[in-house]
């Protein structure tokens, strides 16, 4: 085989949840246009599409059936997308800058950038509850994917460690709250993508519980190497302020323990990760390139 | 019959959904402890409980297992909960009383009031969609109820109004605007507990449009009667700041008509929606008073 080009593979699957965005994310009346304009505005923004191509490489795991996948898919990075809209606020972590581009805030004004997040996270779960668009998904399977969602994203789970992370700015932190920070700021979200492949695809529970724990292992190692990368890349190569996690003290692995300790815990969960989903056959090559993807990747 | 007494029965199912958010609102991870507290201190600060009463209410004209609705009054109080704590952000209403406490943001800061809002928007799905506490509710209704909640919440509902709303305010608004921003800034979730009750109570598909028509009439009112009260009453009696509808040149009803025929207006809606469920007998008597009740209130 060819060597396997990480990007155009995120990039086919983006594309997928682009089209969906573009027939989905229409104007209702002319009221709220520009509230569309600011949720499509972030939507459309470009990022790596990691989430969808992870929802997309479980799923291929246990069935074919790709089409049925999409609209999970883009509901997930919407919610994804409302959780960068609203931590770039002025309240929150303040940045100009994501993706190579002006944060929404930015463009569109904090009021609008703060109903934009709201509606994109209310819309991700009207379209997972969508028996419309959705067809070929069993009401139990929807069920099934939107709760776990909720649980993966709130005070619980993604929302709980946006809040820690806040917290930590303004005081001492320790390895445990590290932890906490990013298990659940990060790492929930990507666990619940790699179940939720299992989910879609009629899995088993032992299926769910061994994405769900490849999931959080890749997801902490992506953090982990966000973290260093925000201190040894550039602005250039990032699309987005570098050095900031210093300047405001923030709670991050290199932090705590150096960027060589913290590489070397990242490969770790990365081989533990190979390890856990090493029972499946040539489905799984997908999951095994993304795991590899994310120690080596450079932004 | 004595007289019926509105505060009463609101207060009735209101404590019924305090009960439940005691034993489900609870902490996780001491790293959330300040997180969940800002969710409570505002799920716990009162309100008229209308949304619940409106639930239980209609649900009560087509069957009588009330326990069951609970999960879900619970559910949409979170969700009109979380708008409140958006709304009055500094960087939209920027409101520092509410139900004569403190606004959110003014005790626990701008960054938490906006994840706790995000939290508690996270919740509502979260509660709905969970078949361990629902378990007298089909998952087909679960679904249902899950899906218009979320429509009637998004950019093509309550977020839509609140965006139409802030734009108002920074131009001239006509009528249709005016009719635009309290339709789906209130109308839609009142409209949506209505037809609630009769998802919850296996109603028809007829039932459901009827409750929905009731609940857009009912809510307009309300909505229109809050603006009326902005002006007319004390800032004692409502327990928020008065004339600032005025203040900020809002798009409102009596700003637009007057205050006279505003109340005509508001009258008419609810010989409407009262006219609407007169089909129903007895058991229809709650949201007949509800109806009444909204149109007489003093605060």
Not at 125 to 150: C, G, R, W, Y
Not at 197 to 203: D, R, S
Not at 227 to 255: C, E, Q, W
């Amino acid at each position: 085989m060819a060597e396997f080009n990480m990007q155009n593979y995120l990039k086919f699957w983006g594309a997928k949840v682009e089209e969906f965005y573009e027939s989905y994310m229409t104007v209702g009346d002319e009221h709220v246009k520009g509230l569309v304009s600011s949720m499509n505005y972030s939507l459309f923004a470009g990022g790596k599409r990691l989430r969808p191509g992870l929802i997309y490489s479980s799923y291929g795991i246990f069935e074919g059936f790709f089409d049925k996948v999409t609209p999970f898919a883009g509901a997930v990075e919407m919610l994804h997308t409302y959780s960068l809209i609203h931590d770039d606020l002025p309240a929150m972590d303040d940045d100009d800058l994501r993706r190579g581009k002006a944060t929404n805030h930015k463009v569109y004004g904090e009021a609008t950038a703060i109903l934009a997040g709201d509606g994109l996270l209310t819309k991700a779960f009207e379209v997972m509850t969508n028996t419309d668009i959705n067809p070929d998904v069993e009401i139990s399977q929807m069920l099934e994917a939107t709760h776990k969602l909720a649980l993966a994203t709130g005070d619980k789970g993604m929302v709980g460690g946006q809040f820690a992370d806040m917290e930590a700015e303004e005081g001492l932190f320790n390895s445990k709250t590290v932890d906490f920070i990013h298990t659940n700021k990060t790492s929930r979200l990507v666990s619940y993508c790699c179940e939720l492949g299992a989910i879609l695809g009629f899995g088993t529970e032992d299926d769910k519980k061994r994405m769900r724990e490849y999931g959080m292992r890749i997801g902490l190692a992506f953090q982990i190497v966000d973290d260093i990368l925000d201190i040894t890349s550039t602005t250039a190569v990032l699309g987005k302020d570098v050095g900031s996690d210093v300047d405001r003290g923030k709670a991050t692995y290199p932090a705590l323990h150096g960027i060589d300790e913290s590489h070397r815990k990242a490969e770790l969960l990365i081989e533990e990760a190979q390890e856990i989903i090493s029972t499946y056959g040539k489905t799984a090559e997908p999951c095994r390139q993304i795991a590899k993807y994310i120690i080596e990747r450079k932004n």
